[in-house]
Every structure is written in structure tokens, then in C-alpha cells.
């Protein structure tokens, strides 16, 4: 089945830096790529998302890029804001009609420093 | 409105107790999840099922049981509870046509086991 790793685990930054966060996957079959957004004690919200036909997703201060060749597709968000602090997460599946399981990162806590 | 509902949201409950934690969706949304996370931590799948009548096994499936019997209905049940259960379980939904697609998911349901 599909591994997706995720890191780092934890990442603190000032306010108006640039966080990124990675991800790497390991069947080359996976083409939906989503991200998640966390906050405390809320459920995981969709924050973007990105299909293996395009490298590069973009939405105001986040986006997202995806290197099928290596494997790995990462979150950008600019011009952090406190209200960006929360738990990430990237996830991998599959687009079959069946077996479209989704496979989770491990996380990223994310804490802007004001 | 279009959501997906979890209930009980909050539970506590001795151990060797059997409790069903339910899940319905107002979307029409054929695949349905279960999935078990510690605050903050990551996601572990514990079933999932594709339309009425089909449910599969993920990671933690062991200890709990599903049955789908009604688009919008995904119950999970616990036979006999235990303190190693103490957890959020969250569900979530999709749509089934096409590649991909956003995961929503229920509020949660927090459950502590004496």
C-alpha cells in the first residue's frame, strides 16, 4: 500500500515568514494529493489540494507543488498569520473508482510566533 | 444544511462496555470513513465503505465493528471498551464520481474509558 511521510513534525516561525512543509509517497499510482488544516480542538478542514497533472497550485497565501518524478509534493504558506497555527496534513490516494483509500502524514504542528 | 453529524460528541464509559458512535451525512455521499486520532497526532483508519452494504478493514479494525445499511448511516460499535480505546473518533464522507475529491469530516466524537 501507500507510505506518505511528513515533515517536519513540529515548526515554529515568526509572523510574516514563510513556512513549508514536505511530503513524500511511494506508489506512483497516487494522483490527488489534498492538505488539511487542523485547529485546535476542530475537525480537519481542506485548505488545497493538487491533482499529478499539474506541478503547481497556488491560492492566495498557500500553495502547493508536486514533484511526481521524485515523489514528494509540498505545502507554501506566505506571510504567516497566527490564525495559519494548527496541525497540517498532507494525504495521498489513489482516484479509482474503488480503491480510493486516503493515506495520511503523520502532521505538522505549525506555530506563528506574533 | 450539508454536513456530516457525529453523535455522542462527548462519551465516558466504563470498561467492557458497548458503545455505538454514530455518523450521518447530509450530502449524498457514497464513501464513507472511520478514523481514530489522538489530539493533534495522526490519522488512523479504522474502516471505511465504498455504498450500502460494503464496508472494509483499515489499520485498527480489530476491536470495533461498522455496518452501512443506509447511504447517510455509518455506525461504529465498540463490543467491549476498553482503556486503550480512549480516543477522538472522527468520520468522513465523499462523493464516489470521479477522481479524487474533498474528504469532509464530522466533528468528532471524544471518548474516555474508565
Known amino acids: 500500500g501507500e507510505n506518505v511521510e511528513q515533515h517536519p513534525s513540529t515548526l515554529s516561525v515568526q509572523e510574516g515568514d514563510s513556512a513549508v512543509i514536505k511530503c513524500t509517497y511511494s506508489?506512483?499510482?497516487?494522483?490527488?494529493f489534498p492538505w488539511y488544516k487542523q485547529e485546535l480542538g476542530k475537525r480537519p478542514q481542506l485548505i488545497i489540494d493538487?491533482?499529478?497533472?499539474?506541478g503547481e497550485k497556488k491560492d492566495q497565501r498557500i500553495a502547493v507543488t508536486l514533484n511526481k518524478t521524485a515523489k514528494h509534493f509540498s505545502l507554501h504558506i506566505t506571510e504567516t498569520q497566527p490564525e495559519d497555527s494548527a496541525v497540517y496534513f498532507c494525504a495521498a490516494t489513489k482516484g479509482s473508482n474503488t480503491g480510493n483509500q486516503f493515506y495520511f502524514g503523520t502532521g505538522t504542528s505549525l506555530t506563528v510566533i506574533p | 444544511e450539508a454536513d456530516i453529524y457525529q453523535t455522542p460528541r462527548y462519551l465516558v464509559i466504563g470498561t467492557g462496555k458497548k458503545i455505538t458512535l454514530e455518523c450521518s451525512q447530509t450530502?449524498?455521499?457514497?464513501?464513507m470513513y472511520w478514523y481514530q486520532q489522538d489530539p493533534g497526532m495522526e490519522l488512523h483508519l479504522i474502516h471505511y465503505?465504498?455504498?450500502?452494504?460494503?464496508?472494509e478493514k483499515g489499520d485498527l479494525s480489530s476491536e470495533s465493528t461498522v455496518s452501512r445499511i443506509r447511504t447517510e448511516h455509518f455506525p461504529l460499535t465498540l463490543e467491549s471498551a476498553r482503556p486503550s480505546h480512549t480516543s477522538q473518533y472522527l468520520c468522513a464522507s465523499r462523493r464516489s464520481a470521479g477522481r479524487g475529491g474533498e474528504l469532509f469530516f464530522g466533528e468528532g466524537s471524544r471518548l474516555t474509558v474508565l
Open positions: 493538487i491533482r499529478s497533472n499539474v
Open positions: 506508489d506512483s499510482a497516487s494522483n490527488y
Open positions: 450530502m449524498g455521499h457514497d464513501k
Open positions: 465503505s465504498y455504498g450500502v452494504n460494503s464496508t
